[in-house]
């Protein structure tokens, strides 16, 4: 991966928010328009199924904060801002788990997407900026749904909302931006984009180096 700035330190990006907010699909269109950015995937911090807290009900409670492997994600964010390459865990998950490693090497900027990443105390001292989704609680079931059509209703109205409201709402005081992700999906990307130039131009105003979207972060569009 290219890097504009050899002396920048790494910066990194929390990108919280609930399930059907658009995380992923904004970090996605971000790096292939801005190719020098890694975009670190809180999936891949799971816990195997086997190891993952069950609900009273008999779902695995994939929701809870005890499902992510923190320490793990804590450590991996600290060495990236180092400098230095980390090995992390492949996770799949159709398969529920994780099956094997992958080496990931640092960058200028680093995207960490994932709904609770604002939860870990230890996880929010490592990002320098972050992004919170905001979505009704409609929405997040009727996106779920149109996403996973064979979801468990009951695992939605019963652990997904219940967990929101007791592990993700309270963190979006720790946002440095909010994005009404309530819009449709491009209105949700212009003003996510709009958000991370904003960071991008006081990065570069802080470090005082050549423009954050220049080189090898020039947009391919």
Not at 140 to 166: C, E, F, K, N
């Amino acid at each position: 991966m290219n890097q504009p700035f050899k002396s920048l330190k790494p910066i990194v990006i929390g990108v919280a928010g609930p399930s059907g907010a658009g995380k992923s699909t904004v970090c996605k269109r971000i790096i292939q328009e801005y190719p020098g950015i890694l975009r670190l995937k809180f999936d891949d911090f799971f816990c195997d199924e086997a190891d993952v807290d069950r609900h009273p009900l008999g779902f695995a409670n994939w929701d809870n904060p005890s499902s992510i492997k923190w320490e793990l994600l804590q450590m991996a964010l600290m060495n990236l801002k180092a400098g230095l390459s980390v090995t992390i865990p492949d996770y799949q998950r159709r398969q529920n788990k994780m099956v094997g490693t992958k080496c990931v090497q640092p960058a200028p900027i680093i995207l960490l997407d994932g709904y609770q990443v604002l939860h870990d105390p230890g996880v929010r001292e490592q990002l320098d900026f972050a992004l919170y989704f905001d979505l009704e609680e409609d929405l997040q079931i009727d996106r779920r749904i149109a996403r996973q059509p064979s979801v468990d209703r009951g695992y939605l109205y019963h652990v997904m909302i219940p967990a929101a409201r007791a592990f993700l709402y309270p963190t979006k005081k720790y946002a440095t931006h909010i994005v009404n992700a309530s819009q449709e999906p491009e209105a949700v990307y212009v003003s996510a984009r709009s958000h991370l130039l904003e960071i991008f131009a006081k990065i570069q105003s802080r470090e005082n180096q050549t423009p954050i979207v220049s080189n090898s972060l020039t947009h391919t569009s």
